[in-house]
DNA sequence: CGTTGCGTTGAATAAGGTCAAATAGAGTGG
DNA sequence: CCACTCTATTTGACCTTATTCAACGCAACG
């Protein structure tokens, strides 16, 4: 397949997926430098989030999806009695938004817990150059695809973990995810509240700060409010399997 | 968009989505004539299931994904310690399989739970025929959407419910999705166990046994084994909300 | 320096889980 | 068709876990 090459200019190329650090992570990830090229016309628009706005609400026409590229979301999803759940938190090189493909809206509020940076993706734009460029297509499928089999995995994790595991997951989660953006696995920031983790989790704010300080007694991390560090990795891996 | 026009075999036509009752369930819901006849090219094969057969399992390679035709289907993960997660139940018209695209193996176990048919639906034909079809690129790409977008009904369910709302919920749920199917809404019968049940509320079988034995008490259900008549669908539907 | 929001901790409570026993169907072989 | 077996279900008594309610501490911020 021949790409047909396109000038782009230089405020375009500043934002463009070629040159962007996190494409191995992001939409682009395992597509030859030709295909990048195709991305390149498609995400030119950026979108700054203040702390505390939002990107999408339940119930906004769906015209997007967005790739993080800086900064931190949670997604929830508000019950008609005002129960709050948190289904999500994303990090840079995450696609958020794709709950709204389906029925042309979104089905969850997603929410920047720290001032951050959105790629812009518009959706109809996407499923043309998916036509154009193969590698594109599938890689869109596989990640959402991967949403799906996230999904399931936080479905076990309130289903059959206890208390313990889920922060235990929950953690080594975070670290995981944190260690392939280059940072620290074992020493991060949590830009949640107790609150957010535990609606997450299906737990409330006061059982989460209990299992901290219990983590803590056992030497498997150390907390500080907001900052954590994990000092025994294996020991929080052995706390998975322990449910029954 | 003209649709070249290509001879079937009765035989096909025997399986063809064009002539499926569940079309507007399924795949096709919502294309035009043109593009359904599209898809007779691609959905050729059906495969029998057998109650207690999977479909896939955890682990296998990737290479379709399924229409249901006929029958009923659970999906679960198995946890390195044993413990079972039912992360779903399927039925007519719905697509399953979705969860191996992302890593070309799947994530889950899909189980009949009565002896079924499934249509095969070749992923990689997909893919093609999507880009000929821009009706089925879109409706494929809403239907991994929807999954997400139920994924997280699931978690709230999992997350913010108690056990009697999990369970309200639950028969609710199944009723929506019969009666969609033409049946009764009111009248059906549970193809899976009160085990799979729980496993998929995160709840013990006890527990739904009893929730079963209360809801008949307040006269909201009638239960005989897994017989379900629902005498009072308000009154299931005023139990959720009551939680927070 | 008071206010406010977030986090921690303790004691009491409730929800759901565990264990155990009884029962009822469904399937099987005689 | 009947007896037998196996599994699913129901129900009760008791126990564990996480929630609720409440008080207090800490840090950030005006």
Redesign the interface.
């Known amino acids: 397949m021949k790409a047909s090459v396109v000038p782009i200019s230089v405020a375009q190329l500043k934002h463009a997926c070629s040159t962007c650090s996190l494409r191995e992570l992001c939409l682009p990830m395992g597509l030859s430098r030709e295909e990048v090229a195709h991305l390149d016309q498609l995400v030119y628009s950026r979108r700054k989030v203040k702390r505390g706005e939002s990107v999408y609400r339940a119930g906004d026409p769906f015209s997007a999806i967005y790739a993080i590229r800086t900064g931190f979301f949670k997604s929830n ?1 508000i ?9 999500g938190f994303h990090m840079p090189g995450e696609i958020i938004g ?6 042309e809206r979104h ?2 509020n997603t929410i920047a817990l720290e001032d951050s940076d959105v790629c812009v993706i518009p959706f109809s734009r996407l ?1 043309e150059i ?2 154009e460029v ?1 590698g594109l ?2 890689q869109f ?9 996230r ?2 995995g ?3 994790l ?3 973990m206890r208390a313990e595991e889920r922060l235990a997951a929950f953690l080594l989660n975070l670290s995981q995810r944190f260690v392939a953006r280059g940072y620290s696995p074992s020493e991060f920031y949590l830009r949640m509240t107790r609150e957010e983790i535990g ?4 737990l409330k704010l006061e059982t989460v700060s209990r299992i901290f300080s219990k983590f803590q007694e056992e030497k498997l991390i150390v907390v500080q409010l907001k900052h954590i560090c994990i000092l025994n990795t294996e020991g929080l891996r052995s706390i ?2 322990q ?2």
Chains 1, 2 share one sequence.
């Open positions: 999803v019950m008609e009695d005002g129960r709050d759940q948190v289904t794709m709950d709204g493909i389906g029925t089905s969850t499923e998916a036509n193969r297509q599938r499928h596989r990640m959402m695809s991967r949403e799906i089999v999904d399931q936080v479905m076990m309130l289903g059959s609606s997450f989790l299906g998975l399997g449910g029954g």
